[in-house]
Nanobody, 125 residues
Framework: QVQLVESGGGQVQAGGSLRLSCIAS????????MAWYHEGPGKQRQLVAHITTDGSTDYSDSVKGRFTISRDNAKNTTYLQMNNLKPEDTGDYYC???????????????????WGQGTHVTVSS
């Protein structure tokens, strides 16, 4: 079993900053690639930032230069530092991760992809 829990959302004015966190818990053998997705009001969920196990990062054009994704492997945590926020950044932010998980009931490990429940960000103009 594995759980991803996001935190750090809130309401800010345009130009402000927020830092989102996502903590993975459970019988985790390894935490591989992690990512943040944005789902704006009435829009599809879209990838905004991605980080590999060795720390290589990639960003959508809409957030490049404003958002920074990072991770702390010792804490099974990924962060999204969001600066110079814009009203179009409003929406729900979801953490996603590729993990290897141990299932004690069956005595086996599995590679899974997991989502958090989301955290809401509102940016007012």
């Amino acid at each position: 079993q594995v759980q991803l829990v996001e935190s750090g959302g809130g309401q800010v004015q345009a130009g402000g900053s927020l830092r989102l966190s996502c903590i993975a818990s459970g019988t985790i053998l390894s935490l591989d690639a992690m990512a943040w997705y944005h789902e704006g009001p009435g829009k599809q969920r879209q990838l905004v930032a991605h980080i590999t196990t060795d720390g290589s990062t990639d960003y959508s054009d809409s957030v490049k230069g404003r958002f920074t994704i990072s991770r702390d492997n010792a804490k099974n945590t990924t962060y999204l530092q969001m600066n110079n926020l814009k009203p179009e950044d409003t929406g729900d932010y979801y953490c996603n991760a590729d993990l290897k998980v141990w299932y004690s009931a069956t005595g086996e490990s599995r590679e899974v992809n997991s989502w958090g429940q989301g955290t809401h960000v509102t940016v007012s103009s």
